[in-house]
């Protein structure tokens, strides 16, 4: 199965990167849509279907955080599982975005087999 | 002098961080005197939390074409100078945020803007700082200096003198 992907990142640098990795990992991408901030990640899902979302948490905008927010807040949206990217590992932050209802969670840096392993977890779908 | 766990936590960021992302083997060398002259871009990174501070890197034009290259997967030729500047940023980034996940795994911390330095610009130093520790590293054929000061102790177990 070939996945729809939407990264949210406010550098372009970043979010070619992720696509990269992606891609390298051998995650079977189809589709891969991207947004400088929550705010233009909303947008996206108004008019677009995903498979997952892989999202920073510092943002200008709208951040990560309340991105979270607002998409548990919605009955069709809280069923995409949403990934945070970030550099903050403290288990503080990873609780917290946990309670707001993030899937995964992946700290920079990662290796590509890292990124491929919490979407394969998250997606649920061994065979990815 | 011994290592401190301050200087331990700068190195493994910065050899971690470029091995992983930046596709980089970066060789230690001694650390030079930090700064902006000609040929160096300079970015610095404010955090706030437990604890706070300013990371700043400088790095060779030579090392920061070659790392936004193998970043981005493009060639160095084609590489224009805001995208150069854009991924040293996010470098930057990521050693800051290593670092203060790696000394203080329980406590949040928020990451400012990383923050170009103009040329002839001198790094914020902090005369208080409480700790300070340079990391400085041989990429190809130029270099990467990666300094870090704090205001406040980084974890109770880093209570050695700065250096």
């Known amino acids: 199965?070939?996945?729809?992907?939407?990264?949210?990142?406010?550098?372009?640098?970043?979010?070619?990167?992720?696509?990269?990795?992606?891609?390298?990992?051998?995650?079977d991408l189809s589709v891969c849509f991207e947004a400088g901030d929550g705010g233009e990640a909303l947008k996206v899902l108004r008019s677009e279907w995903?498979?997952?979302?892989?999202?920073?948490?510092?943002?200008?905008?709208?951040?990560?955080?309340?991105?979270?927010?607002?998409?548990?807040?919605?009955?069709?949206?809280?069923?995409?599982?949403?990934?945070?990217?970030?550099?903050?590992?403290?288990?503080?932050?990873?609780?917290?975005?946990?309670?707001?209802?993030?899937?995964?969670?992946?700290?920079?840096?990662?290796?590509?087999?890292d990124l491929r392993a919490v979407l394969e977890r998250t997606l649920g779908d061994p065979n990815v | 002098m011994s290592e401190t766990p301050f200087h331990r936590a700068l190195r493994d960021s910065v050899q971690e961080v470029l091995e992983k992302m930046f596709f980089v083997e970066p060789v230690e060398e001694p650390p030079g005197e930090a700064g902006s002259p000609d040929g160096i871009m300079a970015v610095q990174l404010a955090f706030e939390g437990l604890p706070s501070g300013v990371l700043t890197l400088c790095v060779t034009s030579a090392a920061a074409r070659q790392i936004a290259a193998d970043f981005l997967g493009e060639d160095e030729s084609g590489l224009s100078p805001a995208k150069v500047e854009e991924v040293v940023c996010e470098l930057a980034n990521m050693i800051c945020g290593s670092v203060l996940s790696r000394v203080e795994s329980s406590a949040t911390f928020r990451l400012a803007s990383p923050r170009i330095?103009?040329?002839?610009?001198?790094?914020?130093?902090?005369?208080?700082?409480?700790?300070?520790?340079?990391?400085?590293?041989?990429?190809?054929?130029?270099?990467?200096?990666?300094?870090?000061?704090t205001r406040d102790p980084v974890c109770p177990q880093a209570a050695e003198s700065v250096s």
């Open chain 1, 50 to 113: 995903v498979d997952a979302i892989l999202t920073d948490i510092n943002m200008p905008g709208m951040d990560g955080e309340e991105l979270l927010r607002r998409l548990s807040a919605d009955e069709l949206l809280r069923a995409i599982p949403a990934i945070v990217i970030s550099t903050d590992a403290t288990t503080n932050r990873m609780d917290r975005l946990a309670t707001l209802g993030a899937r995964g969670y992946i700290t920079k840096p990662f290796v590509p087999e």
């Open chain 2, 117 to 149: 330095l103009l040329a002839g610009e001198r790094p914020i130093r902090r005369e208080a700082a409480a700790r300070r520790a340079v990391h400085a590293v041989a990429i190809g054929s130029g270099t990467l200096t990666a300094s870090m000061e």
């Open chain 1, 1 to 27: 199965m070939a996945y729809r992907v939407l990264i949210v990142d406010d550098s372009p640098a970043m979010r070619s990167f992720v696509r990269r990795v992606m891609e390298l990992s051998g995650f």
